[in-house]
């Protein structure tokens, strides 16, 4: 083996552990910070129920924004765990490939064939093929998860969530004093 791609091999087995862990922990945050945000609407609405429309609309913007932070940070673990299960992706391409191939050799006899009617054999055939393109979007960009991670803004906006949903669950315990008195 290659002493470069031995090295990559080895900064992978390192490197797939540690996202894992780590979206799992983002994706907890993300949860417990959904949770936090409903929980806020919740108590608002309930101790202080919106008389008229201005009032509900401010609850749902309240709900709005206390939802962002969990939801990208939901976002991020999911990335990371389309990172994480890149390599088994990749070493399923071959497979997928030959299924692929073989499946558009089956359109093209079916096409081919004098069986039925062109009119019968057309809505089916173009049914299999739509499906195998819609199939073939993972083999045709096998780097897309990556993206979102070398996307600056969006690491940014990771980071100023991961720093927002501890104030969100801190803002929930404040307001369940003020609502308990």
Do not use: C
Not at 69 to 88: C, G
Not at 118 to 129: E, N, V
């Amino acid at each position: 083996m290659p002493t470069v791609r031995r090295d990559t091999v080895g900064v992978l087995g390192r490197i797939l552990p540690l996202a894992a862990a780590v979206g799992r922990g983002v994706r907890t945050l993300g949860v417990v910070g959904l949770g936090g945000a409903a929980a806020i609407v919740l108590v608002v609405l309930v101790r202080w129920t919106p008389s008229d429309g201005e009032n509900w609309a401010g609850l749902v913007v309240l709900g709005v924004l206390l939802a962002v932070p969990p939801a990208v940070l939901l976002a991020f673990s999911r990335v990371l765990r389309e990172v994480v299960e890149l390599p088994d992706k990749l070493r399923s391409y071959p497979g997928t490939t030959r299924e692929h191939a073989e499946e558009l050799r089956a359109i093209a006899l079916d096409m081919q064939a004098r069986e039925r009617p062109a009119w019968r054999r057309l809505p089916g055939s173009t049914w299999r093929l739509a499906t195998l393109v819609r199939s073939a979007r993972d083999l045709l960009a096998p780097h897309a998860p990556l993206l979102p991670l070398l996307s600056v803004p969006f690491l940014i906006a990771t980071l100023v969530s991961a720093l927002l949903v501890p104030v969100v669950i801190a803002a929930l315990a404040v307001l369940l004093v003020a609502a308990a008195a």
